[in-house]
């Protein structure tokens, strides 16, 4: 029963990240959002989790994993009904930051937790239906958001309260006594740097789309978010062990490129293509299942080629398919699309596994949940970031230079992970937590 709490939570907070993908339009149509604000839907959630997520591991250090958990699946059923319920963008804007607040914490408590309760051959269980349900809950958020707007885009929101409270409750009765997982405390200049950059440029990107690059504003924004980068880039390129900073990376451009797919397509689909939320939400089935089969496939791909080409190959599939979606995808869904979503979705599971477990290859036991957050970090910060770039060529329905964009961080997603050294430690090898 403990995994299956932890797992019903990890689930949660990669649905909540692409389930309003297919709402956005309804919700931009019923709260007067134009795109650029639309897209803040989705980094008001990314930019906090993703921020904040290393300050999250300080907390469940100093309180204990499951302390966190509990209060923080409260806080993410109470951010959730409050955006279910909000009557203006600002009030849904600010659910979905207390949201991405709740899951910062929610994460590494996971994490945390699957540390302190699994050990041995239960722990590599573990840590592979983690694996699995984090790469499938992105997939899935856009089939079930897709299901539920055809009644209203405020049941994606309500749709996670029942799930935090059950949560919740599992938490109470089986988790309340767990030791912290103790995770190696990140400085508090490095948390506050790492959203200040993320909010800066998914600012400085919405900036330039509506008023030109050569804005002032949106020019001294970009400016800001590049000096904060900076400062953040040249500690984490210090990151040991080098596989570390490889995961992280990769981990990145994962967002960047299948990741960030979701976002295009279900927007090429309502908007250009007519499709209504729910044909909008099936379509992308084939997707998930391919996600779910791609992930399971993982471990055994690792065990005979290694993490490095492992992860190398899944990019280089992802960018293929990518680049399909930018040539063939005017030519329809059965005959453009959905080859592409197929091909794309089995290359999305790998990666997503892969990435972390290159990341952990060479990590000691006792780092493996603050390794776990640095990763999730450059994820979901990336995401944010990624989302407002691509919102760019979106706006005017360049929808074939949106997949280019990620197709080419596909490509330096391969380029990353083949420069990594090749590991003969395949069996021993399970995704992280």
Do not use: K
Not at 110 to 133: D, N
Not at 285 to 295: E, R
Not at 377 to 401: D, E, H, S
């Amino acid at each position: 029963m403990i995994l299956a709490v932890l797992s019903a939570a990890q689930f949660l907070l990669a649905l909540d990240y692409s389930i309003v993908y297919v709402a956005l339009p309804a919700i931009a149509r019923e709260l007067d959002l134009d795109l650029a604000a639309a897209q803040w839907v989705v980094s008001a959630y990314a930019v906090p989790f993703a921020g904040l997520l290393l300050l999250g591991g300080r907390l469940c250090d100093r309180l204990g994993a499951g302390r966190v958990f509990l209060t923080a699946s409260l806080l993410f059923g109470a951010a959730s009904l409050a955006g279910g319920l909000a009557g203006s963008g600002a009030l849904l804007l600010a659910a979905r930051g207390v949201q991405g607040l709740a899951a910062a914490l929610l994460q590494p408590a996971i994490l945390g937790l699957i540390g302190a309760r699994f050990t041995g051959p239960a722990r590599t269980r573990a840590l592979s239906v983690w694996g699995a349900v984090g790469a499938s809950g992105l997939a899935a958020g856009v089939v079930l958001g897709g299901l539920l707007t055809r009644y209203s885009w405020r049941w994606t929101f309500l749709v996670n309260v029942p799930v935090t409270l059950a949560c919740a409750a599992g938490a109470a009765i089986w988790l309340l006594g767990s030791a912290p997982a103790r995770p190696a405390p990140a400085p508090l200049a490095r948390v506050l740097l790492s959203t200040a950059a993320a909010v800066a440029a998914a600012l400085g990107l919405t900036l330039a789309g509506e008023r030109g690059w050569s804005d002032p504003a949106a020019v001294a924004v970009l400016a800001g978010a590049a000096l904060l980068g900076a400062a953040i880039v040249r500690p984490a390129a210090r990151l040991r062990p080098p596989s570390l900073r490889a995961g992280s990376l990769a981990a990145a451009l994962y967002m960047a490129s299948v990741g960030s797919e979701f976002y295009v397509v279900t927007l090429m689909l309502q908007d250009r293509d007519g499709f209504a939320p729910l044909e909008a939400g099936l379509a992308f089935l084939p997707l998930a299942a391919l996600v779910t089969v791609g992930s399971s496939l993982t471990a055994r791909l690792v065990r005979r080629f290694g993490a490095a080409r492992t992860l190398g190959g899944g990019f280089a599939v992802a960018a293929a398919s990518l680049a399909w979606l930018a040539m063939a995808a005017g030519t329809g869904y059965p005959g453009g699309v959905l080859p592409g979503l197929l091909v794309s979705g089995a290359a999305h599971g790998v990666v997503y596994t892969a990435m972390f477990v290159l990341g952990a290859r060479d990590v000691p036991a006792e780092r493996q949940s603050s390794a776990g957050a640095t990763m999730t970090t450059a994820q979901y910060l990336a995401g944010a970031v990624a989302v407002a770039l691509l919102t760019l060529p979106l706006r005017t329905g360049a929808y074939a230079i949106a997949f280019w964009l990620t197709a080419a961080a596909a490509v330096a997603g391969a380029l990353v992970a083949l420069r990594q050294p090749q590991d003969d430690r395949g069996p021993g090898l399970a995704p992280l937590s």
